[in-house]
């Protein structure tokens, strides 16, 4: 499923403010700016793509706002994801009754299809550079100062930017500081689900088979994009490939790569190694524990916890990956390597010692020490104005948006907390006011696992915790606090929202009252971390960006920043210990792979098809582009600019891509257009879908 | 609570094998045999003990069979020890009726005391060396050579000493196979239950306090040695005190401490903190939040879950605390550079150079090697003759005694599996025909937790996955495997057992039929990780121990190795961030730490008690004697003989011990035997028991 970019921010702090570019990248390896192409694309792919191409990829391929890819694939605002990746959706929209998520979803026709609560789309509009006024604006600051700076800077030019409510604008840190961008995005904020298969095919296979193949998964959801309550009517969509693709066959693929650490320095990846992903691999370990056996109690604890399972089991495994990456002695190595080099070359010019020498120990020191005071930060605050790792309750998440949205909203829009700007709001609003539903009895079990958790990691005398705690134990705590919010009903919470600072105070809710307890404490310790190891390590690692510019110069691509990209590959299998992996999968191979059992099983309408299947189909296939989490929905694009594929995973090998790409064994796993085009006609009777997508062909 | 030496077994395996001395050793560090006492004892404490003293306490401090400390206290087999090292038994003497856990449990008289079921006491009655004939039958050989050779020795000196049932023999390798020693223990194989207080004071402040101090526990429990279903009479025994101890007094604590890494080189310390400990914390994190959930099910879960609740908590917490110290940059460097130092004077001598200069680089070369077979060999053997580490069932336990102890049995004595040699077979027989009961849906519940992971780590494709699931999912074999199997009866597991290969052949049994079924395949890793990685580090680890014997001379400690050991020490607190921490606590700060609450939440008996209560009187105290995980249960005994206290855990900074001994911080937790006294008097209306505890004082 690939490492899903935004939740995990909660968990892994340190990849904050990192991006980089390798010294050796060839056309086949990176995920390329759409205005900073690579140089040696058409020597090796004898491709190259004119102005048109790109403007009307960059249009077509969209971006989810939790984080995932899409593209349009028809005229009338149908949106090509993955299942993975409208999840929460299908989730919120199922209940005991309807379990659209077991039974999968089906609008034969426009009113049938239904609202994705608080998801929106982003469309890739312009970009443009704006690193004179950044650098201009932070220059010969630091700590608090520079904080204050930096943030007003990006929340003017994106409020400069972001003229309209139709419109958001991101500044982007690309090259770890040495360049600033900005980028601007149509915001279509209306999206309905159109069809999802069931999750057993969806995500046949499990966590077994995830990043792994074979691979036999319908990873498919098509969504609409609406305006005024009509379906969006766009000419920027992909059209949908007759063939589909063959080995060898060039594929481009246009995303939203979430993050990678391809050049943190050697100090930063063995705080990475050794604390951060073992922390968060522990947490999830736990949590994992927990919620396989709050799901094993019974129906409706497992469909309400499915996604939550979902997304743990997804991330343990990437981090696990990750962690292997990293503890493989050779790998490990070239990345020693590689700064090495760097600092050789730095040491041998005087003027680049002056002004870069210092970046690499001023770094390692920051965190050192950090690691002292880490736990407590994301304990208390979490991190990047997400929730402690503990809370992972949506009351408590609704809770602190009010409560800091009302303090916030009371100061200029270029001193608040970046996620509460007004370029920020609309999306807030979002994820604050849409329906979804919460399961009291879950919201519970959560907060009282993260209570304990939180008391053993702090220890039961820690300030922090006993202000949590008082004398209750941690369930008493968790009951406590869902029983006496109303937080659950979105009326009270517009309510809250709309009364600012002035109902907040006045309100008896049980949440809002605690994290009002708690907040002037969780701003301090977030405050003491940007101003005491962010902005260091923020300044630093611009140094370190910058001599890698001087020494290499600049034909490179960026690390990941979950703003679009473009990866150019092809279709190609690989070698698994002697033994080739063919890049096809085929519908016969998922019936063969089939036991029956979860998550072996595949549904009853494949299995009530399966007579009439042709059963050489493909179903999936695997390219050799650089891709990460965030690529989840990506389309896979021919050379004609025909949507031939749909990514929605990587294999194994494609784990330690957060760090280096192995282009001999790192592979992007695809859904093949022309399975997804079999199975809706074949097995799900959707022809009016298919229609829809071959209307544009020719 | 420290770390359980013997259940942890099965995940640990790379503490095998090790043992080794410090270079620094003085008489307040160190865990000394009875045959060598530190040199400096007299001039450090101004104690010199009388061969009588040593004799004495060396007969009244026991063993029990489940790798705690403890010791006879009356002249009619009373025996002390920790709720903690009795809970097992507590629990298993259980039922949806008469929960003792929570409870406590009280025999009023003899005819009231229980047998513990499989529980039995090694009392240590003489300690002889064995070196030469253990060298000589193993000099030169290697592989598979070498460990035949090795057992068959080992194997033939049990069986010479142990010349009765009532006695039980074994070599102990210490100083790393520098030397090697045979200790003869006496078994007491009836022991029944006497007293257990409530699990809420056994256990006050749970999981949050453990490891820590200020504390207020009565972590006791007594129990009574039987021969032939009569108490034993013994004069072997330690005088209760009667003034108890002061701040400065000296201390001796004589237990069992369970193992120690002292002097591991660097790469198994490397190995420990990067795989070892990683992966155990790991498993046990996913695990416990595995169990908590169950338990969280309801009443009947949570009286079954508990013992093992309280076990991975405890072990969760040992092992970060382990994996902490190795991640201090400081300490890690002491450790580095004490190998340095050792190396240093080696490369000076030729002579040294040419014997055991290539020892070092052996070693971390092998455990590169294991790092690649060690996943499959503990999932699909386990370690030292334990379960794999995913079957934490009991149902599985006994199947594969059964299976194994069948085909075992008919091979000679010393060419068998050193677990069922025929000195091992009465002690395989307490486990296996003990009445301790089987709780279905919680076998069911852990086997399909396991099965789960085990699919997780090793692979869906994996063919020892295949072989176990088949066709199924993870649940449905555990139902199988639960609901197919008998060996819930005792009776029936004694039916297999005594009907040998026969009997197991013609089984139709679930389980018996399982284990059967990839026994030649847990045999053949097992083997070749005994052959190819463990006889390489031995050879080697001894080839460290002599070059460290020929460099610093021999009047060192041996690691710790689950035999009789003494510590010397005194009453002692330390200094915490600066604040003094007291070396005592009281009765009345209990009742100050308490909040109602779990694990905070006093037992009912001493809410009632405490208008009458002496709230002044020692419940807990610290020393700073150097114990380890096994000296659980341990008696604290002063100068004249007396027990004094009773160990019970080690503050945080005690979980760096397995690595290095730091005598500033380092403390061992104890109960006050006047604590002891009299919480039996004023609140469990025992005075039957002080009574008989005193009778031996003059």
Redesign the interface.
Known sequence: MGRPPSRLAAFALAALGASATLSSARADEGMWTYDALPADLAARHDFTPSPAWLDHVRSSAVRLSNGCSASFVSANGLVLTNHHCAHSCIEDLSSAEHDYVAHGFHAKTAAKELICPGLELNQLVSIADVTERVTAATRDLGGEEFQKARRAITAGLEKECADSEALRCDVVSLYQGGVYQIYKYRRFDEVRLVFAPEMKIAFF?G???NF?FPRYDLDVAFLRAYAQGKPVATTEYLRWSKQGVAPGDLTVVAGNPGSTQRLFTVSQLVFER??VL?EL??DL??????????A??GKEQRRVATSEIFFVENAF?AISGERAAL?D?AFFSTLVQREDNLRAQVSKRPELVRKYGAAWNAIAETL?RFAQTRRALLSIEGSRGGSPWWATSDLFRWARTIVRGADERERPNEQRLPEFRNSRLERVLHHLLGPSPIDKPFEI?KL??GL?RL??VL??DHAFVRQVL????PS?VARDWVQGSRLGDPLERKRLWQGGTQAVSASTDSLIRFVKRIDAEARRVRAEYENEVESVLVKNAELVAQARFEVFGRSLYPDATGSPRLSFGQVRGWTEQGSPVSAFTTFGGAFARA????P?ALPKSWNVARPQLDLDKPLNFVTDNDIIGGNSGSPVIDRTGDVVGLIFDGNIHSLGGAYGFDMTKNRAVAVDVRGIAYALEAIYGAPEITAELRAGQQ
């Open positions: 296979g966590d077994p088979d792994n050794d604390v073992v691999l522990l370990a736990q949590y994992r524990g927990f919620l396989d056996q709050y094993a109690q495994k503890n002695p050192q079990a009282t696992f304990t008391r053993e220890g039961a008082g004398a209750k134990s008493e036991t029956g059992r979860d072996f």
